[in-house]
């Protein structure tokens, strides 16, 4: 079936289309983005539906950062946006109506080095080189609070949800119709939802995806899923976030991933007879000689580096361990199909796309390099180690001159990376806030 025969039976199936969203996640994933009209749904293949490049760099306030110089300084010029077919689905939130995500390319028909699909791309290139496939599953935390609140205010957790509540069945059952929707709308839109589960926080719950052999489809399932959680709160009076760490004094929300990999036989090559198997040991090296380089990936905004703190369920360290939950990187098991590690750095806040190619190219450069881990941490609570950042800038500092950076996004999208962030710092800076003039203002 050739590309517009997908189209058109997709159409047929839905006679009352109206429209269908094209979602193009922006570097902050951030989704970005047309209408178009249902009856018009063959221009996706054949004219395209041009987007400003400079779209996916824009700051998180939505505005051009004019140190990247996509914009003004060179006429903010068109790219060519394609459909990601896999992803043309209906939206069960919004009568007739549809979705699909969308690549955009060059004027010169070449991949938009600034799409964040693209990159992803570059880093699966490597490991596809060596004959290897990636599985991999993500876990994502969220919290859900009360809305109609003034933008500025704190979140409110939802009535009755006040304390603590890891794994409260209680807690799924105040606000199953809710949660029965999410599950419902990753069934329409074939997002691999597994299990559903309340965290620790108040509001807060963690969803676990199936591992598939298609990294990019998986980032495409993150990326899809964090907007129907927004809808699916929204059509209940309530209102959903992936802030990384929304309350001060309760643990933040993180995105775990799970990896290991096939060769080209199917065989699982993390997985060892006995002891841990020398390519989990190399992409466990890569992934901890890299981690801090990439910070500014796995905590990209000021918020982030909350998560890095004593008693708040994230790693504070560069070290590994099995089975232990208090490290960054832990094995779950080394033996059989479902040997793997799982990456425990990133916020819930990430652009999954470019955090999976910080995780496969930090992977491929411990293979390439045969990296060592050193030993795993036996025991303790975690913090032994190499700490990780825990500011911003600095974290982005070491971003900015790391070669690893530069071999995973190309030195172009290092380049634009860094400007979009020190210019959120900067915008950030100016920007007092209300505890400053509450221990400030009347004392000094």
């Known amino acids: 079936m050739t590309d517009h025969d ?3 039976a997709f159409v047929g199936a839905h006679p009352k289309l109206d429209r269908i969203e094209l979602l193009f996640p922006d570097m902050n994933g951030v989704m970005r983005g047309k209408w178009l009209p249902g009856d018009a749904a063959r221009k996706l293949l054949s004219d395209g539906v041009r987007l400003p490049m400079s779209t996916y760099a824009l700051d998180i306030f939505g505005e051009d950062v004019d140190e990247t110089g996509l914009a003004g300084p060179i006429g903010d010029p068109d790219g060519i946006g394609r ?5 043309l689905k209906p939206i069960p939130w919004s009568e007739d109506a549809a979705q699909v995500l969308m690549t955009l390319r060059a004027p010169d028909g070449t991949d938009c080095i600034y799409d964040p699909r693209t990159r992803l791309a570059g880093a699966l290139a490597r490991l596809t080189e060596r004959g290897l496939t990636p599985v991999v599953a993500t876990e994502l935390e969220f919290y859900i609070f009360q809305s109609g609140g003034r933008a500025g205010d704190a979140p409110l957790p939802p009535p009755g949800l006040e304390g603590a509540q890891v794994y409260e069945l209680a807690a799924t059952t105040a606000l199953e119709p809710m ?9 329409v839109q074939g997002i691999p939802a597994d299990t559903l589960t309340a965290e620790f926080g108040p509001g807060q719950f963690e969803i676990n995806f199936n591992h598939v052999a298609d990294a990019m489809a998986a980032a495409d399932h993150a990326v899809l899923f964090k907007r129907l959680v927004k809808a699916a709160a929204r059509n209940h009076g309530l209102a959903a976030t992936f802030m990384a760490k929304p309350y001060g004094d309760v643990p933040g929300s993180g995105m775990h991933v799970h990896v290991s990999l096939l060769d080209a036989e199917g065989r699982n090559i993390f997985s060892a007879g006995d002891g841990t198997a020398p390519p989990l040991r190399h992409a466990l090296g890569g992934l901890l000689g890299s981690m801090r380089e990439l910070q500014p ?3 990209p905004h000021a918020n982030s580096y909350r998560r890095f703190q004593p008693g708040s369920y994230a790693p504070m360290a560069l070290n590994w361990g099995l089975d232990h939950r208090g490290v960054a990187l832990r094995v779950p098991a080394t033996a059989g199909g479902a040997a793997r590690l799982e990456h425990r750095i990133c916020g819930a806040d990430v652009n999954p796309y470019l955090a999976l190619a910080a995780i496969l190219g930090g992977v491929a450069e411990g293979l390439e390099t045969e990296a060592d881990p050193g030993p795993p941490l036996a025991g303790g609570d975690g913090t032994d180690g190499e700490r990780l950042h825990h500011d911003w800038t600095s974290a982005l500092e070491d971003f900015e001159g790391s070669a690893t950076a530069a071999a995973i996004y190309g030195a ?3 380049r634009v990376y860094t400007a979009c962030r020190r210019n959120e710092i900067a915008k950030l800076a100016t920007m007092i806030s209300d505890a400053e003039y509450k221990t400030y203002l009347h004392k000094l």
């Open 83 to 87: 459909p990601v077919l896999d992803t």
């Open 412 to 414: 172009e999208y290092v």
């Open 179 to 187: 949660l029965d929707d999410i599950l419902e709308y990753c069934d």
């Open 297 to 299: 990936i796995f905590a």
């Open 6 to 8: 997908r189209i058109d």
